[in-house]
């Protein structure tokens, strides 16, 4: 009859240097098998663990052959060997390994998270172990509030639970007083009898005598072995419902990863808060550059009309700057045909802009007018009272309404006396009365502070003198013209209208700007993702025993590595949080003060670019934790259980 576990020639070297090994097995041979409750003796340092170790499946660097009913370990590729010691082996060791952050229910239900065993089942079992153990009570407890007997108790709970034919316990009283000791043996005894087969390494003479078989280690070869018990075990009964072998599920993995997270509470919330100031600059960045956006197409479209064009003449050796009108030139009728035959231009509007050279007369005082500017079809100046001027009517700025009177509704209906004079020689060339039809409302900035004046081409035109057109208003037909428009009069020498180009140059600055912000975003976020990435190295170090833990009860490498990725995204999730938190806070703030400087919201706060920040951090965290997580799957299963 085949044993259940055959091992033959088994050769066991440590590698001490390149050139010096140390042989701890030297080719031991014996059998083991169901029902059998075996003691493993020896001196330490005999080889006891390796031997454990090799036959549940931890260490694989060995000659000679293992078979586990019948089936050489050899043979297994990693994912077999996982699953041998998932549901095959229960481990049981001295230090009762028991993972610090699951609760005494958790740790049981370890082993079964990984295999396709039904919830209903899962509860069932764990609930008769638990009285089985006399632990009752105790579900909720964490392995820390529990004593050594208790730890070990659950320890052999969670050996249990998948059911494994064979139980390897390395030293399990070693860390217990002799009642719990004896418990302890007690109950491996009655597992035994079961008909598993329980492998006991001790040192304790009074425990290997409790055992049916005593095997005693001596420099790697067995120098006693009292003979298979005369058991003619098994029934070999079948398993009640066969489970299988499945990978830890993502809600497991995140439930993990959440408890470790958890467990650095202060740590983990700073580094989210580091991390949460880089998504921070991101999402404000998206913010204000959509809020922008909404700012100059409303700018665009609202004041000027998309397919006005205005052109201006200025000699060549003008200082133009902005709305430094004092340089502008006549355009000439040849000119004036010129820009007319454009292709694309549909029509064309003759204007006058006069500056420094109009006083005003109102009552018996007078006032200089800085820039009188006649209107043209499209013009739609936001006005705080009245409405666009008529033939003889006029419109003024808010600050020359100011020299006038302070209530601005009285002020509508008022004549005042227009004198236009030449500039060089001081004489009147059209003095005319008006009526103020409307007051423009001032947006803040410098341009509307000055004092201005708009009336119609034709009031400031007489047959003795006809003013000067020194700006054109081009209407093309259709948007798509409107840059062909442009580049030509550019190529003729003239300029684009003053006011387009300074929301040009306005855009480019914000550009600038954005580009700014985006390359400090750009540098935040790499930050971010080394930050994580460092964070959760020192999980993977703090954790190596732990994860040797989970490796020994069957978790696969994907396992670890699913573990600590989720605990990256997790991380992520967090940082995103707190930085869409700090974005909209600190926008919502800057909005209130832009509002009262430039009178429009600024920064648009808005769910797309708060979803957008959010998986921006999750996703830069899932790819920082890539390196950590493959590194802690890549861990040798014996090497982690070692760690301290
Ligand atoms: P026991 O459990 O019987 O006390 P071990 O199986 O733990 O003994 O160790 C047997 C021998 O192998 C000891 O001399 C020990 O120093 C050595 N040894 C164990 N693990 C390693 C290792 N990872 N590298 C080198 N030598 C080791
Ligand atoms: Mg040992």
Redesign the pocket.
């Known amino acids: 009859m085949m044993a259940l576990i055959e091992i033959k020639d088994l050769i066991k070297e440590?590698?001490?240097n390149d050139n010096k090994s140390?042989q701890?097995l030297k080719g031991l041979s014996f059998s083991m098998n169901h029902g059998e409750f075996i003691a493993i003796v020896?001196?330490?340092?005999?080889?006891?663990?390796?031997?454990?170790?090799i036959i549940g499946g931890l260490d694989s660097d060995y000659k000679g052959s293992v078979k586990i009913g019948g089936k050489n370990l050899k043979d297994f590729n990693f994912k077999e060997l996982d699953d041998y010691r998932k549901l095959n082996i229960g481990f049981i060791f001295q230090s009762f390994n028991l993972i610090p952050t699951y609760t005494v229910m958790e740790n049981i239900l370890a082993p079964s998270d990984m295999t396709t065993m039904p919830d209903k089942i899962k509860k069932e079992k764990a609930s008769k172990l638990l009285s089985r153990l006399g632990l009752k009570g105790y579900e909720d407890k964490m392995p820390s509030s529990l004593s050594g007997g208790e730890k070990q108790r659950v320890a052999i709970a969670r050996a249990l639970m998948n059911d494994p034919d064979i139980i390897l316990a390395?030293e399990p009283t070693g860390a217990l007083d002799k009642n719990n000791a004896e418990n302890i043996v007690t109950l491996l005894k009655s597992i035994a009898a079961e008909g598993k087969l329980v492998v006991v390494?001790t040192h304790s003479q009074k425990v290997a005598n409790q055992c049916d078989r005593i095997i005693r280690?001596e420099y790697g070869t067995i120098s006693h072995d009292s003979g298979m018990a005369v058991k003619n075990n098994p029934e070999n009964k079948e398993k009640a419902g066969k489970i299988s072998s499945k990978r830890l599920g993502i809600i497991h993995s995140f439930l993990i990863a959440y408890k470790n997270i958890r467990k650095n509470k202060l740590r983990n919330v700073l580094v989210s808060l580091g991390t949460g100031i880089g998504i921070f600059s991101v999402v404000a960045l998206l913010f204000l550059s959509r809020g922008i956006g909404n700012y100059v197409t409303n700018q665009m479209y609202s004041q000027t009309n998309p397919l006005l064009v205005e052109v201006t003449k200025v000699s060549d050796n003008a200082n133009r700057r902005f709305l430094n009108f004092t340089q502008l030139e006549p355009f000439s009728d040849a000119e004036i045909k010129q820009l007319s035959e454009i292709p694309g231009v549909a029509s064309v509007e003759k204007g006058c802009i006069i500056t420094g050279s109009t006083s005003l007369f109102f009552n018996d005082s007078n006032e200089n007018i800085a820039m009188l500017s006649t209107i043209y079809k499209d013009f739609s100046p936001d006005l705080k009272e009245g409405s666009l001027p008529e033939s003889g009517q006029i419109i003024i700025s808010e600050s020359l309404a100011n020299s006038i009177g302070k209530d601005y509704a009285s002020i509508i209906g008022k004549e005042i006396t227009l004198k236009i004079e030449n500039n060089n020689s001081q004489s009147v060339v059209n003095e005319k009365t008006y009526t103020i039809s409307g007051i423009i409302e001032s947006d803040g900035s410098p341009a509307s502070r000055l004092k201005t004046g708009y009336v119609n081409f034709a009031d400031i035109t007489t047959e003795q003198n006809t003013p000067p057109i020194n700006i054109l208003y081009l209407t093309a037909s259709s948007q798509k013209d409107v840059d062909f428009i442009k580049s030509d009069i550019k190529r003729f020498g003239f300029n684009v209208n003053s006011r387009d180009s300074a929301l040009n140059r306005i855009i480019s600055f914000i550009n600038t700007v954005t580009i700014g912000l985006t390359g400090i975003a750009a540098v935040s976020l790499v930050v971010s993702g080394i930050m994580i990435l460092v964070v959760l190295f020192i999980s993977v170090v703090e954790r190596t025993k732990e994860i040797g833990i989970l490796r020994a009860i069957g978790a696969r490498a994907s396992d670890i590595k699913s573990i600590f990725i989720s605990e990256g995204a997790l991380l992520g999730l967090g940082s995103g949080i707190i930085g869409v938190f700090i974005a909209v806070i600190i926008s919502a703030i800057a909005n209130r003060i832009l509002y009262r400087i430039t009178g429009t919201q600024l920064i648009a706060i808005n769910l797309p670019n708060i979803f957008t920040g959010i998986l921006i951090s999750v996703g830069i965290s899932i790819l920082a934790s890539l390196i950590p997580a493959t590194k802690a799957s890549g861990l040798e299963p014996?090497?982690s259980l070692?760690h301290e």
């Open positions: 440590y590698r001490i140390q701890v020896g001196e330490s340092g005999s080889g006891k663990s390796t031997l454990l170790n390395d390494v280690l014996v090497e070692r």
